[in-house]
């Protein structure tokens, strides 16, 4: 089937994500459902057209999808034809003449720099296994502006504290390296005394040895930072967001952020430019004396 040949095309040649391939999967076996039900089991792919498409888009914005979800499943669906067309002979890409609402631009969250400071200068049992291991991922998160999927993956051996920098496989299997200060090498060290003997390459481990999981770093941030932050949604992302916008904020370039988040666009990073300016007016309302409302 010319899905499952595009499934493994995006697997193997592209070397996208594990959780993008799990994405793209499940949008396209979302469509199948549905043209299976609407239109019959025999619709092949080169007699799709945009009117099919467009049902699609209907019936799922009456089931009360998100815009959000709605406008990833037909990104999915024009990757899915440029493909067709690139390996496969078609000449049109129906799903390119589809129009979705657009999304509400939300600027993404951000955790103050006063904030992040008080969890991570707070007294740490240093004897604690978790309780440093918790306290490293925030750090890491924080002072590298990593990916949690990237933190996970971060092998031991990649992580050098004597020279502060590490090595990162960020998307599409592209290797990065990142610079650290003194404080993070500290952390990172005093992680490593307690790290249990193991012969799981990665750094971050369980305390039986077994390598630490996606779902336990979001656990651990939501525990670490819930309640004791302003942000609506302190996840990881959120971290990193913070860490691009103090960079900014500090005097960092645009392209310095670019190359250190892993952005294949500069266009990505450039959302960080809105709050780093929201943060200078916040900043210049509460401080310059023209700013001030009288009274």
Known sequence: MLYDSFLKYIQCELMLSARTVVSYTSDINL??????????????EADIDVNHLRLWVAAMAA??????????????????????????????????????ARMPRRLPDVIRPEETKKILDEPLQQDDFTDVQNRLIIDMLYSTGMRASELVGLLDA?????????????????????PFGPELSQMITLYRSLRPATDTPQLLVLPDGRALRYRHILATVKGQMAGRVRAAHPT?????????????????????????????????????THLSYTELQHNYQLAHPRAKKKG
């Open 158 to 178: 990649n992580v050098d504290c004597r020279r502060g920098e590490l090595k990162v496989l960020g998307k599409r299997n592209k290797e990065r390296l990142i």
């Open 31 to 44: 469509w199948r459902r549905f043209a299976a039900d609407r239109f019959g089991p025999d619709l092949k």
């Open 236 to 272: 990881p992302h959120a971290l990193r967001h913070s860490f691009a916008t103090d960079m900014l904020n500090g005097g960092a370039s645009l392209p310095a952020v670019q190359a250190l988040l892993g952005h294949a666009s500069l266009a990505t990073t450039q959302i960080y």
């Open 63 to 100: 089931d009360g999808i998100s815009v959000r979800s709605i406008r990833r499943r037909v990104q999915t669906m024009r990757a899915l034809f440029r493909y067709l067309m690139q390996r496969h002979g078609f000449t049109a890409n129906p799903a390119a003449e589809l129009t979705t």
